[in-house]
């Protein structure tokens, strides 16, 4: 929803440009007045239901406004908030909260906390009436579900600075963006283990002086085909000594009403090792197809998580998940999702299949 947001705001600054509207005070270098105020966002209320097992079914509900705020033109500040009823107590979060200063027609400026472009789920497609099935592809940590091995990472979000540039040298649309942000950090507790646990929460402090670095380059082909690459890597513990290094390979396919995407991430955590250091290395992916026939939306989804590795041995054994999902589209931002998650993995199997049914909402 960052992603989208900034480019409403843009969009309205580029369009009053294009238009010649002049200010109400009449000054002929202003094109926007200042002080220029919207409340955007989503929110969902939903259901889940194990097909199996003791687990109990669940009600959610959540709210996420969006704030923007242009106070000069070429100054856009945006937020995001988040409330989300877990267990009888409204959770509250800041998905974002960014500086956006447009240099010129190709350049922005990004400062404060925001969404990475790492991958396109996160920056582009996480909130609910965006993503056409009814929870997230488990290789990311957002909308938890019922899989049966660890995320490979969250929605990243983070503090820092960022560049962004766009480019259409001919017919093709080419973007880059490089940013430099605090980085993970390890889970407190889990220093002592072999392998500590990495938390990737953006926070006003860093556990070390070394920031992580990444960017991501997208390039779109005619007719409806893009494909992005995007990578991270920083020091994640208190003696910058340890590496970790994350990519991503991305694609989309529009075609007509049909639509194709799929994303692909590696990441390699250095971990201590006598003597030396050892490497533990996970991956998966995610592809997601789609028709839109009318107001219905049939959508087929399958995501898989690999064996992690440490130095080439099985450190946890991976899983994989089929998804089925039918839409029903209300108005362009409204929509009833349902889905079915087929939910496997190695060693014991567990009781987590399950139904989830949401009424998704932009506004």
Do not use: C
């Not at 856009?76 to 909260?97: D, H, I, K, M, Q």
């Not at 950090?185 to 002086?209: C, H, K, M, R, W």
């Not at 990444?214 to 020091?235: C, F, M």
């Not at 087929?342 to 009781?351: A, F, Q, T, V």
Request: glycine share 10%.
């Amino acid at each position: 929803m960052n992603t989208n947001a900034g480019v409403l705001g843009l969009a309205a600054f580029v369009l009053m440009t294009v238009a010649g509207i002049e200010p109400a005070d009449g000054q002929a270098n202003r094109v926007v007045p200042t002080n220029q105020t919207v409340i955007t966002g989503y929110g969902t209320v939903g259901y889940g239901l194990l097909t199996q097992g003791n687990n109990a079914n669940a009600f959610n509900s959540s709210i996420s406004p969006i704030l923007l705020f242009q106070f000069q033109d070429r100054m856009l500040f945006e937020a995001e908030l988040e409330f989300e009823l877990t267990e009888g107590v409204t959770e509250t979060g800041l998905e974002y909260a960014q500086l956006d200063f447009v240099a010129n027609d190709h350049l922005t400026l990004v400062a404060g906390k925001f969404l990475l472009p790492f991958g396109v789920f996160g920056p582009r497609l996480h909130p609910t009436w965006i993503n056409e099935f009814a929870t997230a592809p488990p290789v990311y940590g957002h909308h938890v579900s019922a899989f049966g091995a660890e995320p490979l990472l969250p929605v990243l979000s983070d503090l820092g600075v960022m560049a962004r540039a766009a480019f259409a040298p001919g017919r093709v649309q080419i973007g880059l963006s490089a940013y430099l942000v605090q980085g993970p950090s390890i889970e407190e507790g889990t220093e002592a283990d072999p392998v500590p646990e990495l938390v990737f929460e953006a926070t006003s402090s860093d556990n070390n002086t070394n920031k992580m670095v990444g960017g991501r380059v997208d390039v779109g082909l005619p007719p409806g085909v893009e494909v992005n690459l995007s990578l991270v890597n920083g020091k994640y513990d208190p003696q910058n000594v340890l590496d970790f290094t994350a990519w991503n390979v991305a694609a989309t396919l529009r075609r007509d009403n049909a639509k194709l995407r799929g994303e692909y991430i590696q990441t390699r955590q250095q971990v201590n090792a006598m003597p030396g250091f050892s490497t533990l290395v996970r991956s998966g992916f995610y592809t997601q197809a789609s028709y839109r026939y009318g107001p219905w939306e049939p959508v087929l989804r399958w995501s898989q998580v690999f064996d992690a590795r440490l130095n080439g041995s099985l450190e946890s054994e991976g899983a994989w998940q089929a998804g089925v999902g039918l839409d029903y589209w209300f108005s362009p931002s409204i929509a009833l999702m349902g889905g079915y998650e087929i939910n496997r993995e190695k060693g014991p199997e567990l009781d987590n299949d399950r139904i989830v049914m949401h009424v998704a909402f932009g506004f």
